[in-house]
């Protein structure tokens, strides 16, 4: 697996980078290619954001079980306001979830 998603060719071409600020994680910086036509960031253009932020927090904390591969099954969104610019992502989980997931993760890849 990669050091980072932004690394995988697909997030590569739309100039996904590692957020400089600790509290996020991903961004997409400001460009035209990602507007829409009413000059906003496309719908798609962040759904690609939020799709390679889950990757990025999954795999750092879930790197430690071996031959296991993150994948997105279900993808909601509901968009508050139209984004303009930069476009950063945070994500976080309860801390008791993703032991949980962790530790039945750890049990299938045993088997």
Not at 20 to 29: F, K, T, Y
């Amino acid at each position: 697996m990669k050091a980072s998603v932004t690394e995988l060719p697909f997030n590569s071409f739309l100039g996904l980078q590692k957020a400089a600020e600790p509290s996020q994680l991903l961004r997409l910086p400001p460009g035209g290619q990602y507007l829409n036509h009413l000059g906003t960031v496309h719908a798609s253009a962040q759904l690609a954001l939020a799709e390679a932020s889950s990757g990025e927090f999954l795999l750092h904390r879930l790197a430690s079980v071996e031959g296991i591969v993150a994948v997105v099954r279900r993808l909601e969104a509901k968009f508050r306001k139209p984004a303009s610019g930069a476009v950063t992502s945070v994500a976080n989980a309860p801390q008791e979830k993703l032991d949980q997931s962790l530790r039945t993760l750890q049990t299938r890849a045993a088997h």
